[in-house]
Each structure stands twice: as structure tokens, then as C-alpha cells.
């Protein structure tokens, strides 16, 4: 696997948000999370996904920003 440059915010780890950035990171690309559910976060950390304390923090020096939200 090749790792790359990109730099990936992911807000919203939870039931859909979580599996998509996991194959991000499987893709090689760094991606830090942030979710205001720190269970989730926690679940982000064990898939090697870096964990936030704010969107603003997750998405700063970033080249792409996802935002995934229920409802």
C-alpha cells in the first residue's frame, strides 16, 4: 500500500460515518475524526483514525473535509 499526502477531516463517526473513513485510512490516507459521542471517537482511534476535540481542530491543515450527520 502506498501511503499518500492527503490530509482528511471526517465529522460524524458513528454507524455509517466510521466504516467509510476506516477504508480511507486502509487507503492510505491520514484522516483525524471528530464527533461530539466520545464512545464513537474511541471507536475511531481503534480503526486508527485520529480523534479531534473539535470540528475546527479536525478540519484545520485538512485538503478534504466529509461531513456525514444523521437526520
Request: aromatic letters at 4%; a positive charge; hydrophobic letters at 55%.
Amino acid at each position: 500500500m502506498t501511503e499518500t499526502s492527503n490530509k482528511i477531516a471526517w465529522i460524524g463517526v458513528g454507524k455509517m460515518g466510521l466504516p467509510m473513513a476506516a477504508l480511507i485510512v486502509k487507503a492510505g490516507h491520514a484522516v483525524i475524526s471528530f464527533d461530539p459521542n466520545k464512545d464513537r471517537l474511541a471507536a475511531a482511534r481503534e480503526q486508527g483514525i485520529a480523534a479531534a476535540a473539535s470540528a475546527a481542530e479536525a478540519v484545520a491543515g485538512c485538503n478534504v473535509v466529509f461531513r456525514i450527520t444523521a437526520g
